[in-house]
């Protein structure tokens, strides 16, 4: 089976289903941002916050390549992972890429912490920042191989899902 590399916005369940899905098929869980966090003995919002986004997005590249090199894992990749489109065809050599989605609602929602994702904290209007970033990032999740709407579904039934779909593929 080949690896799974979830996509999506900022809250859908990448990393709550990630781990679970990881567990049900017996494969290695990989959290992109937070291997990017380990491997530089920094958050992403200092890294943000002293290097700027450029220098994030560099380091996520190189991380793509390192974990698309493994084998049997789930890759929970950041919310815009999908931006570069290097990034999207490097994780598609070695997995099936699912798209996870929810309401505006849901996000606001499972986002509503501050300090811990620095594109949504920098916005002035959160509801209309998260409208205006979905619809830009829509053709890049658009790539997926299947997408899946987590607003009312456990991390459970996600996984569940997604082991069905990987099955019939």
């Not at 090199?69 to 992972?81: A, D, E, M, Q, Y």
């Not at 949504?120 to 979905?134: K, N, S």
């Not at 997926?144 to 996600?158: F, M």
């Amino acid at each position: 089976m080949k690896n799974v590399v979830l996509i999506g916005f900022m809250g859908v369940g990448k990393s709550s289903t990630g781990r679970m899905l990881a567990n049900m098929l017996g494969f290695k869980f990989i959290d992109m941002d937070k291997a990017i966090e380990k491997k530089y003995s920094m958050t992403i919002p200092e890294m943000f916050k002293k290097y700027g986004e450029a220098y994030f997005r560099e380091k996520e590249k190189e991380m793509c390549r390192e974990v698309a090199s493994k084998k049997s894992v789930v890759i929970s990749t950041g919310g815009g992972t999908v931006k570069d489109p290097e990034n999207v065809e490097i994780l598609k050599r070695t997995g099936k890429i699912v798209c996870l989605a929810a309401s505006v609602d849901s996000i606001m929602e499972r986002t509503s912490a501050r300090g811990t994702r620095p594109i949504l904290d920098a916005m002035e209007d959160r509801r209309q920042g998260i409208i205006d970033l979905l619809a830009e990032r829509q053709p890049m999740y658009a790539q997926a191989d299947y997408t899946l709407d987590t607003t009312d579904l456990s991390p459970l039934q996600v996984s569940q899902d997604i082991i069905s779909y990987m099955k019939r593929r």
